[in-house]
């Protein structure tokens, strides 16, 4: 069987867009014999009147859709069961080795985004297409089918650890591989790991003046020296052909990593994860457990920075430490920072203040779990009451008070919920006065809007 990839796995979800769930299926054709098995395997599943209707077709649950593909030679073959890769939604999760919460999404097409109420409670899966889409085995009524991605719909992703990432950058034009979408992807994924914005925007600005933020970025004078684009590098990389990754000396990636020892354990990291040596979402996993291992004073500081000029100093001068650290490289590196600062933390100040504001959001999050799901009470809310309404720990009137928020104040649910002395109470989501509240709001005084 061929090895399995991101781009397979898209192509295959592609495929099946319009065919039925059947629940507890991997791809098999449906027929009397498949449909009686299941009624007895999972009677609860099964009470539609329309499966008879839906024989000679191939069926897939949510997991199912992904297992169709690593047991299918192609969209439409026969699947061969493979029980060491049998797995369900939460199985899939547990047995990726990259993997975060969906704040830090790298949106890469191949990867799986998961919903579930914590890590071990995982309730489906689906295969983001790279197009800013999901293609899901939704449910019996609506099948498999492409959905618009919403962060808010999912919790979690990651990289399935039976498939190969080949989602290197197949482009050589400089205008074309930095774009937006990409700077937004980094600062989404290094926000959500160090949780400060001067950090993120320090670290940033130092990652643009290395690679202009080009994930499969040769150093440019080995480009010449060696002959090869970025594109043929990574791939002769990737294929084994190119031996020397390690001890060429040549910059590569994000942070242009030059020293065999970095290189060389970029190399293991990728192939551990069954990445392409110059994936965007696999390079930002391994920096941040560079980062972690080796660089925690950087780190440290990255998390505690009270200016962009700060943070992209330590990056400059304990983490990158170019052959130039003097104050025009320092200048340079902290305005390249400060762009990212003012477009995506929203607030502009000069790239040398000591200024100790921040757009930093402080989180208080109910420790008592959501109990129930609902997708259709998933959407945007509004309190109702004069009086407004309580968030608290728990669901019921018994519970502690995380804040007390105004009539009108708009609320978000994500379909999470539990119920008590038969009343409703949404797990919520708001952020007010500059802290991020999650917790749980009597349902009676929400209007969903």
Not at 188 to 208: F, R, S
Request: overall charge positive; proline content about 2%; some cysteine.
């Amino acid at each position: 069987m061929a090895t399995k990839t991101n781009a397979g796995l898209v192509a295959y979800a592609k495929a099946q867009v319009g065919l039925p769930y059947w629940y507890g299926t991997y791809g098999q054709t449906a027929n009397a014999s498949l449909l009686s098995a299941k009624k007895k395997q999972y009677p609860d599943y099964y009470t539609a009147d329309d499966f008879k209707s839906q024989y000679g077709k191939r069926v897939h649950d949510c997991s199912g859709l992904i297992k169709g593909y690593l047991w299918s030679d192609s969209a439409t073959s026969t699947p061969t069961y493979k029980s060491s890769q049998d797995k369900s939604a939460t199985g899939l999760y547990t047995a990726a080795t990259m993997k975060d919460k969906i704040s830090t999404f790298p949106k890469t097409a191949g990867l799986l985004v998961f919903r579930g109420t914590s890590t071990s409670n995982i309730t489906h899966v689906g295969v983001y297409g790279g197009d800013g889409y999901v293609y899901e085995a939704k449910n019996h009524a609506s099948g498999v089918c492409k959905t618009a991605y919403k962060q808010s719909d999912w919790n979690y992703w990651a990289q399935c650890s039976y498939i190969t990432d080949d989602t290197a950058a197949d482009v050589t034009s400089l205008a074309v591989q930095t774009t937006a979408v990409d700077e937004k992807t980094i600062w989404d994924y290094l926000y959500g790991k160090i949780g400060n914005a001067y950090g993120v925007a320090g670290l940033m600005g130092n990652l643009y003046a290395e690679s202009a933020l080009i994930a499969n970025n040769l150093e440019n004078t080995y480009n010449t020296k060696l002959d090869m684009t970025d594109k043929e590098y990574t791939d002769a990389v990737d294929s084994g052909s190119y031996t020397a990754f390690s001890s060429d000396s040549a910059g590569y990636g994000l942070a242009q990593w030059t020293y065999s020892t970095r290189k060389k354990a970029l190399l293991e990291y990728a192939v551990a994860q069954k990445a392409s040596v110059g994936s965007l979402s696999m390079q930002l996993a391994f920096l941040y457990k560079e980062m972690s291992e080796s660089y925690g004073a950087v780190l440290d500081t990255l998390k505690n920075a009270t200016s962009v000029l700060q943070a992209s100093n330590i990056v400059l001068t304990k983490y990158e430490i170019p052959a130039d650290t003097g104050t025009s490289v320092q200048t340079k590196r902290a305005g390249y920072g400060q762009t990212y600062y003012d477009k995506y933390a929203g607030i502009s100040s000069s790239a040398s203040s000591g200024s100790t504001s921040t757009s930093t959001v402080t989180e208080k999050t109910a420790t008592d779990p959501a109990k129930s799901f609902s997708e259709s009470l998933a959407g945007t809310y509004k309190v109702s009451p004069s009086s407004g309404v309580n968030v608290r720990n728990g669901a019921g009137t018994g519970k502690s008070i995380l804040v007390a928020l105004p009539k009108d104040t708009k609320v978000q649910n994500y379909g999470y919920y539990t119920s008590a002395s038969g009343v409703k109470w949404l797990y919520i989501q708001v952020t007010y006065n500059n802290i991020k509240y999650t917790g749980f709001c009597c349902g009676t005084y929400l209007k969903k809007q």
